[in-house]
């Protein structure tokens, strides 16, 4: 069964460190998210991308994060300088396209950030 | 941003009986989605309901949408133990410039003890 791939699963860097964390997208799927949870939060919309851009974020994306899909089956997220509280599980996942409700999530990556 | 509300954020049942969650909003969703999350892993999707009033059940689950689309409730029926796990209502309302922007409720952790 077609499913969103994630890596690292875990990711422990130093605060002011850049991170990229990688997704997998099922492949004929159109539209891609990023959302994190913090521990014992609830998952948070980040991103949403289409069409190679940007769809929306939310006021979590700052100028600290990036997404990418850089070759047309990785999505990318990057978070240039990382702080304490980007300490997160972040998950990616993909859609088949408008009309298609289902959101299929990855595994996630457990970023730590000392 | 649309908040939903799930309730209860805890619930702990013996194997055999019956439980409740219930997820509600004051926003109109185009579109809702129920996930089971175990720790350390990504959310899983159960079912997805889009019309106002429809029914879908999934084994011993059931999952209703409300007729204005605000609210939905998941109802299991002789829960087994393997149901134990952290449900997520999650929706989306769409619009011509937002697609696939769910928004999560919470959760609410059923533990199921035999």
């Known amino acids: 069964e077609p499913e969103v791939t994630q890596t690292p699963s875990h990711q422990v860097t130093q605060m002011g460190q850049e991170v990229i964390l990688r997704c997998v997208p099922i492949s004929n799927h159109l539209y891609f998210y990023w959302y994190r949870q913090i521990l014992g939060q609830k998952v948070e919309f980040l991103v949403s991308?289409?069409?190679?851009?940007?769809?929306?974020k939310s006021e979590i994306f700052d100028d600290q994060f990036s997404v990418e899909r850089p070759d047309g089956s990785n999505f990318t997220l990057k978070i240039r300088s990382t702080k304490l509280e980007d300490s997160a599980m972040y998950f990616c996942?993909?859609?088949?396209?408008?009309?298609?409700?289902?959101?299929?999530f990855g595994e996630g990556s457990r970023l730590t950030v000392l | 941003t649309q908040l939903l509300e799930q309730s209860p954020q805890f619930l702990s049942i013996q194997e055999g009986e019956n439980l409740t969650v219930y997820c509600n909003s004051s926003s109109v969703f185009s579109s809702l989605q129920w996930y089971r999350q175990e720790p350390g892993e990504g959310p899983v999707l159960l079912v997805t309901?889009?019309?106002?009033?429809e029914v879908k059940k999934l084994k011993r689950l059931t999952f209703q949408f409300g007729d204005a689309r605000k609210d939905s409730s998941l109802h299991i029926t002789a829960a087994q133990p393997g149901d134990t796990g952290l449900y997520l209502c999650?929706?989306?309302?769409?619009?011509?410039?937002?697609?696939?922007?769910?928004?999560f409720g919470a959760g609410t952790q059923v533990v199921v003890t035999p």
């Open positions: 309901v889009v019309t106002g009033g």
């Open positions: 999650a929706g989306e309302a769409r619009t011509t410039d937002s697609w696939g922007k769910f928004q």
């Open positions: 991308f289409y069409n190679n851009e940007i769809s929306e």
């Open positions: 996942a993909s859609r088949g396209g408008r009309g298609t409700g289902e959101l299929f």
